[in-house]
């Protein structure tokens, strides 16, 4: 049980921390004009974005990061691998936001902005969802 407790502690924390870092970046693309966000958040995202991909495809990684499984919830990753978006697979749409956030000349276009708010609020019913799992516990 404290095992369980200790996961569920985990998912809330990564969950919740990936929620907080993908609502900053929107809240300063839809403030800015051309939805810009600055050059050290694009890199992080773009990291973070890369990183997501490569637990929705691992078998498609190049050379996955050790961390990334600590780094995202798992759970969360469970549930973005059932969904679409725009038609296609939701790792392929991830992949083509975090090319565009590693190219600082690349423009960040409305859709760009809408699976950033599509992902935060993934990230955020994760972190609820496992919050109330612990709070049952």
Request: no cysteine; proline share 4%.
């Amino acid at each position: 049980m404290m095992s369980d407790i200790g996961f569920l502690s985990h998912e809330y924390a990564q969950a919740s921390r990936l929620a907080e870092n993908l609502e900053e970046a929107l809240a300063e693309a839809e403030l800015a004009p051309q939805h810009a966000i600055s050059l050290q958040r694009r890199q992080r995202l773009s990291l973070a974005l890369r990183s997501l991909v490569d637990l929705l495809e691992p078998e498609q990684a190049d050379a996955p990061d050790p961390g990334s499984a600590l780094a995202l919830p798992v759970t969360l990753v469970r549930q973005l691998r059932k969904r679409q978006y725009a038609g296609s697979a939701y790792s392929a749409a991830i992949a083509g936001l975090a090319d565009r956030l590693r190219d600082r000349d690349a423009a960040i276009e409305n859709g760009d902005v809408a699976l950033l708010r599509e992902l935060a609020g993934a990230a955020e019913t994760e972190a609820t969802r496992a919050r109330r799992r612990m709070v049952r516990r």
